[in-house]
């Protein structure tokens, strides 16, 4: 994980699906949002992406947000290629095919919607070839139930990781050869970030932030949110399921 | 400000515009949109409503999020007789009005595009109609610079108010007649509640729900979305422009 050339910002693919849940990508975006070069432009990119472009419901059904990519428009670099369909048996020519986009970092969110789409084969497969070393990618996040599909597309087996403590055990029965860590605001894991549920992915947010471009951009990217992030990896309160917060 | 009948759930206008900030909206609907009945149905709805239904741009233009309702299909009770209009001279028998839809709180976000919806008639003369104390509002809040908005609707006129610490001058240049506390996480005027910067109202949704339906469901809401909230409404470290957060 290095720095971005100054001039390149950072493009970072959020992966919408039905039934996601806003907040789980709107704070992360939010604190990345807010950093701009001296000329005031953004050094980090969003790209809003769904296996089909358009309007995406979330998890309560009544408010959509808007994919401006669908999988085939932005393709990972080594299924482009493969799936270039040849009409006629002959080495096809691509008509024109999206000009690829490299994706620096992947954010997935959780949501209900994650216990469909913990069985899609096309969202997985879009997942796992971001995921491969070969694609490219330096950071692939997740946030809250979010892990479940990363660890469904197969990308943290033999890694550690966490989620959302109150799906904590459908979360680690998708797949058991991840390294499941239940007491963590967030774990990092080579290229790989998973949060705890819903609010820990700002305060991931944050850390990755600090991690990529260095305390001094993090801190103002917290203020400009007028944000405490929690800065403990290892403090997870809400492991304890007794646990209330003071109100 | 009072409970509701357990039976109809709280109906909260999520007011969008084009350049809001979605922080400020969807912290507060995830925490009211967590909050169930016994057999599991929501005590709390979202209505999202703007100009005009459809999509609607946030301050980064690279997502939009869907409004349900156009200002004409959810108009203010004041406002709804006024604006039938009569073809011909004679009193009009309204053509089959949208069933007015009682809303109970109302959320303005912030964001860059405040700036231009400050002087936007048709968006101020909404949010009059429903601050005024005879629309049945029980709540009128704002996030951010959202407060900027309310301001010049003429709605916090002689109240106190707060907003985002970064645009807080241009924020008190839009009504001087606000009483503009600068040091606040939020400020509880009345039915009017005001908070700081972005991640602030996170900190409002759970202050109001302890208000209005107890500590306990307050306390699982936030539980629900593991987060901490800041309980001190005056304590607000961003109010010195020169702190920043440890990261």
Chains 1, 2 share one sequence.
């Not at 998890?59 to 085939?72: D, E, K, L, R």
């Not at 670099?77 to 024109?96: C, M, Y």
């Amino acid at each position: 994980m290095g720095s971005s050339p100054p001039d390149s910002p950072i493009r970072v693919g959020v992966l919408l699906f039905p039934g996601h849940e806003p907040l789980d990508w709107v704070a992360p975006v939010n604190i990345w949002g807010a950093v701009k070069d001296a000329d005031g432009r953004p050094r980090i990119e969003m790209l809003y992406i769904a296996e089909n472009a358009g309007p995406v419901t979330s998890v309560t059904g009544t408010v959509s947000v808007i994919a401006s990519y669908s999988f085939a428009d932005l393709p990972p670099p080594a299924a482009s290629p493969q799936h270039s369909p040849s009409a006629n048996g002959r080495p096809a020519t691509p008509p024109s095919p999206p000009s690829h986009q490299q994706l620096h970092w992947l954010l997935v969110p959780g949501g209900i919607g994650t216990r469909r789409e913990a069985a899609n084969p096309a969202l997985l497969e879009y997942i796992r070839a971001w995921a491969a070393p070969s694609s490219g990618l330096q950071l692939c996040m997740s946030v809250c139930t979010g892990a479940a599909l990363l660890a469904a597309a197969g990308a943290l087996d033999g890694r550690r990781a966490t989620s959302n403590k109150r799906a904590f055990d459908w979360v680690k029965s998708v797949n058991p050869r991840v390294d499941w860590v239940r007491s963590a605001r967030w774990v990092r894991d080579g290229n790989f970030v998973t949060s705890s549920g819903v609010s820990a992915g700002a305060d991931m947010a944050v850390h990755v932030l600090k991690e990529v471009l260095g305390a001094e951009v993090a801190a103002k990217a917290a203020q400009y949110a007028e944000y405490i992030p929690a800065t403990d990896a290892d403090k997870d309160p809400f492991a304890d399921e007794a646990f209330l917060p003071a109100v």
